[in-house]
């Protein structure tokens, strides 16, 4: 792959502070028959790792079981940032309390205690291992177009 430009590469560590802020996610996933499929998440960062979650009964679930490359950006179309990676299965939420703890945080609201990872019903927890990312700004896109690479420099 060539260079890209002088000032146009991320670091992951700004790829994650930018990942770790918004509240709603898209998660692209493709089934073992090919079809791709998005859905709306919710996601935390956690130490410069994206987690996610599901229901192992899920469709996204069985995707991600089936062919755990993925991609996942927030749902703003006007500050885009898509990161595209792999999903390691770390088994039930409650064997990793800190990112559970911080799902609790991100998303406080009474409502909100359902559709947390510590509800009973989800009985999966994700890292993400990124591979790539890029971002632009879409009233900019040709001059805020920025990119980052797991073999990056």
Do not use: Q
């Amino acid at each position: 792959m060539a260079e890209d430009p002088a000032g146009t590469s991320l670091t992951w560590d700004e790829v994650a502070r930018r990942l770790a802020r918004p509240a709603n996610y898209w998660l692209g996933t493709t089934g073992d028959d090919g079809a791709p499929r998005a859905v709306p998440m919710w996601g935390v960062v956690l130490d410069n790792l994206f987690y996610l979650y599901a229901e192992r009964r899920s469709v996204k679930a069985r995707h991600m079981a089936a062919e755990p490359r993925v991609v996942v950006h927030p749902e703003s179309a006007e500050d885009v940032l898509i990161v595209r990676g792999t999903v390691d299965d770390l088994g039930p939420p409650g064997r990793a309390p800190a990112v559970v703890a911080a799902f609790a945080e991100k998303y406080p609201a009474e409502d909100d205690a359902p559709y947390l990872p510590s509800a009973e019903r989800f009985d999966v927890l994700y890292a993400l291992r990124p591979t790539n990312a890029i971002t632009w700004l879409i009233e900019d896109p040709e001059g805020t177009t920025r990119r980052w690479r797991v073999d990056a420099p």
